[in-house]
């Protein structure tokens, strides 16, 4: 031990050599092949002192390359295979099965007196571990004979530095709350030649089977940053031995291990920062992932937490669910091979390893390591799209899964990491996504009921509430109460306990029961539950007089925002306009509003325009004001977007009243248009609709024509609305292509209207990254705008960061995003993930 202390004092080739531990003796005893026989006498009471200063001789060298005598050579190779044997004791003492040497010889390649063996079980490997061993050996002695280590030194200097292995996994762990991933990658292969020539690898790990220091010197001189060492291979001493030298060199140690024993060992060695479990059984090379899981229960994973040491799953990863596996055992780094050697765009592999997790967070990592220059501004900003993404909400696997690691986490981060769980439990349930895994997760709060209290149950509510705003998905919610306590049943039966409570809780249970109902109404739900409801509501009339009327017009108003079952309010209607003659003028305002926000919602456009055809028929009595009526209408039809045929052939014979009506009917032509820019979202109908006008994409851009041709006579406002059409067209997204084909004519132009132009460009494709649109095409520009981030600097990554929070907003399948980013990454994932 001493001699490694003053390993450190002294530059570490020359200190090495003079005074290493006892071990190392045997080590380099063992492959060294060109010692004086006078040194190995020795070598049991201070052999290490004499061998390493002869190593260092450049004497020493003339008798390795050519030796003088074929007998000493002979009896140093019977000794360096005694030493093997001394070794292999050691080793079966620490429960290690890999002999070093052959027992009953030196293996065939031998010359000499060992030429002759024949093969038994003394001299055959035992398993597919101990024969590479027996190969490594052999390999090991011949490339020392051709480069001493004295040499290798000299090599060092000219290596490149190294990098912080284990710093690299904290922190890639720490930034994505994912183990980081360690990949087997390939500059080249000898068959294929160069694979990638931008190779830059993160820090690397020589991935070896080391049975000698020799090797480490060599794995440094070649630019190696860690070295793996195979505690079914090694004793604790060369273990112990070997971290020494690497930390010499400033390399990082991965100690493997396959068993109990082996961690028991390697928890039992100073100095250990990092310990794979490899679930690649070496022997007889058979994977069972549960290896890992089990090693790191109890207090052997007790023990690593409180040595802060970083355990590595080794082999056999293949899918997110492994990952997450290993994971949750208490893995913060994987080891992967076969899944990333076979692809041969690594992007794909690490996606398809860590799923669609992998692009959210390796967006997070991108910011993570802008984290140190940004601050906390940055994280802020992280939460921001978590909360984004949960207002869409996509995948509600990955978000569940992030739930639960926050949960895990509780404990340490407390309330304020539990009140963010909270939000984005309240965002997710504005979204809607996977119900299965919210009434899940409803019905769990409720199991909870009894322990929380009242403010779990407040919670409940509040998701309730949510719920009912965002879904839109009629047959979710539906199949979604169904689900929970069949048809019907279960909201109603809420709304009963609820009414249960209303003698103490009083009259604010009963607001809240009247705001689910509001609420359920607007998304839209179930209408046949809502009219029944309402039914029951009006056998109640007579009791509950007015009020209950009351409540009665806002469901359905409310009813007519969202959209519904059109026949069933129409029929609804038709009621109505029996009573119209008692009701009077009232009745029918409301009638009128009822239509106002049907044709914000949209549905069955057939009989609103039906409807529509009735009042024009009144027109003559109504004058006016009912043709205002009208028209209000259409406006809003145009926000909701309905059919498109029935407005497009509105618009024909608005424009062939055009004549007639003057600038103001053209005014209102405009309105329809960009009123219909605000609405559609569904390209679908949109480019049906133009294609329907004019075939395809020719409509709108003529109309564009059209007014451009204005411009003169109206000036800059037309030209501006021309601008806002193009802008909110952008908002619900549209044909891409088309947009993207306008994009580039206003890059042609970019020259003449100058930089307000680009802006533009700019604002709609924000715009666009709200929608969502054709990723590939946004894909493609985003990589546009990275192949200028040298020449336009930190603006343009600012902006990329826009449109990613902006798509955070839009989307909320987070598969199109992954495969994004996946796209655009490809290679340059797999350094981030390092
Ligand atoms: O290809 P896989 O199953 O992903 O495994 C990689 C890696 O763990 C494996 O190559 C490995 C880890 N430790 C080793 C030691 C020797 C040989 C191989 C290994």
């Known amino acids: 031990m001493e001699g490694l202390v003053s390993l450190k004092t002294t530059p570490p080739g020359l200190s090495f050599q003079a005074s290493p531990p006892p071990t190392s003796a045997i080590k380099f005893l063992l492959v060294r092949r060109s010692l004086p026989a006078s040194s190995m006498g020795t070598r049991r009471r201070n052999g290490v002192v004499s061998i390493r200063a002869q190593q260092s001789e450049t004497k020493d060298e003339s008798a390795t390359v050519s030796p003088a005598n074929g007998d000493v050579e002979t009896a140093l190779k019977v000794k360096e295979w005694e030493v093997g044997m001394f070794h292999n004791e050691v080793a079966a003492t620490q429960g290690i099965r890999i002999r070093r040497r052959p027992p009953t010889g030196p293996p065939q390649h031998y010359v000499g007196p060992f030429e002759f063996r024949i093969q038994s079980e003394g001299n055959t490997p035992r398993n597919i571990l101990e024969e590479i061993i027996w190969h490594k050996d052999v390999e090991v002695a011949q490339l020392k004979e051709r480069r001493p280590l004295f040499r290798l030194k000299n090599a060092l200097d000219s290596a490149p530095p190294t990098k912080d292995f284990v710093g690299a996994l904290r922190a890639a762990y720490q930034r994505t709350g994912l183990p980081g991933l360690i990949a087997e990658v390939k500059k080249a292969s000898p ?55 690497c930390k010499m060199l400033g390399l990082a140690t991965l100690v493997e291990v396959h068993n109990e024993r082996e961690m ?96 959210l967070s390796s967006l997070l990592m991108d910011m993570t390591y802008e984290r140190s220059s940004h601050g906390y501004e940055r994280w802020e900003l992280n939460q921001s799209i978590l909360l984004n993404l949960s207002y869409g909400l996509g995948n509600v696997v990955w978000l569940s899964s992030l739930l639960m690691d926050m949960t895990y986490e509780r404990s340490s981060h407390g309330y304020e990491r539990w009140e963010l769980n909270q939000s984005i439990l309240l965002n997710l349930s504005y979204g809607l996504g996977n119900v299965v895994w919210l009434s899940s997760f409803l019905m769990d709060m409720t199991y909870e009921r009894s322990s929380h209290g009242y403010e779990r149950w407040e919670l409940n509510q509040s998701i309730l509430l949510n719920l009912s705003y965002g879904l839109g998905n009629v047959v979710w919610l539906s199949s979604f109460l169904m689900d929970m306590r069949g048809n019907v049943v279960w909201l109603s039966s809420l709304l009963m306990d609820m009414t249960y409570e209303r003698s103490s809780h009083g009259y604010e249970r009963w607001e809240l029961n009247q705001s689910i109902l509001l609420n359920l109404s607007y998304g839209l739900g179930n209408v046949v539950w809502l009219s029944s409801f309402l039914m029951d509501m009006t056998y109640e009339r007579s009791s509950h007089g007015y009020e209950r009327r009351e409540l009665n017009q806002s469901i359905l108003l409310n009813l007519s925002y969202g959209l519904g079952n059109v026949v069933w309010l129409s029929s609804f209607l038709m009621d109505m306009t029996y009573e119209r003659s008692s009701h009077g003028y009232e009745r ?56 498109v045929v029935w407005l497009s052939s509105f618009l024909m014979d608005m424009t062939y009243e055009r004549s007639s009506h003057g600038y103001e009917r053209w005014e209102l032509n405009q309105s329809i248009l960009l009123n219909l820019s605000y609405g559609l979202g569904n ?124 798509l955070s907003y839009g989307i909320g399948n987070i598969v199109w995003l992954s495969s994004l980013l996946m796209d655009m990454r490809g290679g340059s994932l797999i350094n981030q993930f390092c």
């Open 191 to 245: 068959s294929r030649g160069i694979l990638r020539e931008d190779f830059d690898p993160c820090p690397l790990l020589c991935k070896e089977f080391i049975v000698d220091a020799w090797q480490i010197y060599y794995a440094r001189t070649k630019g190696a940053d860690a070295i793996l060492l195979i505690a079914a291979v090694l004793p604790d001493l060369d273990i112990k031995y070997m971290i020494k030298i």
């Open 683 to 806: 390209v679908v109908w949109l480019s049906s609709f133009l294609m329907d006008m004019r075939g395809n994409v020719v409509w709108l851009s003529s109309l564009l024509m059209d007014m451009t041709y204005e411009r003169s006579s109206h000036g800059y406002e037309r030209w501006e609305l021309n601008q806002s059409i193009l802008l909110n067209l952008s908002y619900g997204l549209g044909n891409v292509v088309w947009l993207s084909s306008f994009l580039m004519d206003m890059t042609y132009e970019r020259s003449s209207h100058g930089y307000e132009r680009w802006e533009l460009n700019q604002s709609i494709l924000l715009n666009l990254s709200y929608g969502l649109g054709n990723v590939v095409w946004l894909s493609s520009f985003l990589m546009d705008m990275t192949y200028e981030r040298s020449s336009h600097g930190y603006e343009r990554w600012e902006l990329n960061q826009s449109i990613l929070l902006n």
């Open 588 to 643: 029918w305002e409301l009638n009128q509003s009822i239509l106002l926000n049907l044709s914000y919602g949209l549905g069955n456009v057939v009989w609103l325009s039906s409807f529509l055809m009735d009042m024009t028929y009144e027109r003559s009595s109504h004058g006016y004001e009912r043709w205002e009526l009208n028209q209000s209408i259409l406006l809003n039809l145009s926000y909701g977007l309905g059919n």
């Open 264 to 359: 028991d060992r390697v928890l039992g060695i100073e100095g250990v920062e990092l310990i794979g479990i490899n679930n690649r059984n070496l022997e007889t090379f058979e994977v069972d992932i549960s290896n890992t899981k089990k090693l790191l229960e109890g207090e052997r994973g007790q023990k690593i937490r409180e040595k802060d040491i970083i355990v590595v799953g080794e082999s056999g990863l293949f899918t997110p669910d492994d990952i997450a596996y290993v994971q949750e055992a208490g893995v913060k780094a994987v080891l992967v091979g076969e899944s990333m050697v076979k692809q041969s765009d690594p992007g794909k592999g690490i996606a398809g390893l860590f799923g669609n997790v992998v692009w």
